[in-house]
């Protein structure tokens, strides 16, 4: 897996591998270089709480800057978040289930 340094990096290598539409809709994004452009990135595990994640290719989600604001209560990125928070908790502390 390619190792980002920062933030930017990461979202420069995700817009020149990945569609410029949402993962959760299918709507198209803003273009590079629109003032709300990085809010398009969505951390599925928030990088506060889950830092190893946060340069992680796989915990970023392209979506609209309406679905970064509602996030939480979007049905597919739930999905997407448990699937990941199980993967997390399993490679990081050898935890297959969690509640």
Same mark, same amino acid.
């Given at each position: 897996?390619?190792?980002? $340094?920062?933030?930017?990096? @990461?979202f420069n290598h995700i817009?020149?591998?990945?569609? &410029?539409?949402?993962e959760l809709s299918g709507q198209p994004l803003l273009p590079?270089? &629109?003032?709300?452009?990085h809010w398009q990135f969505m951390h599925v @595990?928030? $990088?506060?709480?889950?830092? &190893?994640y946060r340069l992680n290719i796989e915990n970023i989600v392209l979506g609209t800057v309406k679905e &970064?604001?509602?996030?939480?209560t979007n049905k597919r990125f739930k999905?997407? $978040?448990?699937?990941l928070k199980a993967e997390y908790y399993e490679k990081y502390?050898?935890?297959k289930r969690f509640d």
């Open positions: 897996m390619k190792i980002f $340094k920062n933030q930017r990096e @990461l817009w020149d591998t990945r569609e &410029h539409v949402s590079k270089g &629109h003032l709300q452009w @595990l928030p $990088k506060g709480r889950y830092a &190893h &970064h604001e509602n996030q939480e999905e997407l $978040k448990t699937k502390y050898n935890i």
